[in-house]
């Protein structure tokens, strides 16, 4: 079993920035691949970003695209998304989850990954 902590949510103001970290409870980690989601209120769970983690190939939503960036740090079990210029439409409950099996490249599909975190809050104000 592999447990998943996220960190880094918060309250921002439109314009402003974030990092959230995803962070493996398990010493030796070597998921396939990692993503981020995300869940407004009243939505379905959204893809935001993933990324292989062998490679580092990314992928991302066409509306985070050239705002935020996911990246990983292999030796601390631990992967980030750093999210520049926030909108109020960014506002969502986001989690990360891990792909164990299947393809080693991340997937823009929620029933790919196999451990999710609990979520973390982000709230952009206007």
């Known amino acids: 079993q592999v447990q998943l902590v996220e960190s880094g949510g918060g309250l921002v103001q439109a314009g402003g920035s974030l990092r959230l970290s995803c962070a493996a409870s398990?010493?030796?980690?070597?998921?396939?691949?990692m993503g981020w989601f995300r869940q407004a209120p009243g939505k379905e769970r959204e893809f935001v970003a993933g990324m292989s983690w062998s490679d580092g190939v990314t992928i991302y939503a066409d509306s985070v695209k050239g705002r935020f960036t996911i990246s990983r740090d292999n030796a601390k079990n631990t992967v980030y998304l750093q999210m520049n210029s926030l909108k109020p439409e960014d506002t969502a409950v986001y989690s990360c989850?891990?792909?164990?099996?299947?393809?080693?490249?991340?997937?823009?599909?929620?029933?790919?990954?196999?451990?999710w975190g609990q979520g973390t809050q982000v709230t952009v104000s206007s």
């Open positions: 989850a891990a792909r164990i099996g299947g393809s080693y490249y991340p997937s823009r599909r929620s029933y790919d990954y196999d451990y």
């Open positions: 398990r010493r030796t980690f070597s998921p396939y691949a």
